[in-house]
């Protein structure tokens, strides 16, 4: 399993179908990788993060930097945005559940705080 820098470094790679989702057991020993804001959902098919930000212009510019990132990974959370938060959350879709992908995003947006 890849650490935090090695997820940094990979890329996403498609996901249409035809893979199962990670278990609970595999999507927990993930998440250690992620910073500690992440949970995982109770049913372990989802992980999610709030960021707070000072400011409406902040919060977008985080959130426009989300966006860039996802069309370049081509895997997209859901956000959800108002005044000075941004909250993210992610599952694969196309398999009803967590891919490594996921995770490989959340470590991107981590670093786009550094």
């Keep these: 399993m890849p650490d935090k820098a090695e997820f ?16 609970r057991e595999e999507a927990e020993n993930y998440i250690k990788k992620l910073a500690p804001e992440w949970a995982l959902s109770d049913d372990a098919k989802s992980i999610h993060r709030d960021f707070e930000f000072k400011g409406f212009n902040k919060t ?25 938060h941004c909250h993210v959350h992610y599952t694969t879709h196309a398999i009803g559940g967590l891919s490594e992908n996921d995770f490989i995003c959340a470590v991107k947006i981590d670093k786009l705080l550094d």
């Design 60 to 84: 977008m510019g985080f959130t426009n930097a989300i966006a860039w990132m996802a069309n370049r990974e081509g895997h997209h959370p859901d956000l959800e945005v108002g005044y000075g």
């Design 8 to 23: 940094a470094e990979k890329h996403c790679e498609a996901c249409e179908g035809g893979v199962e989702p990670l278990g």
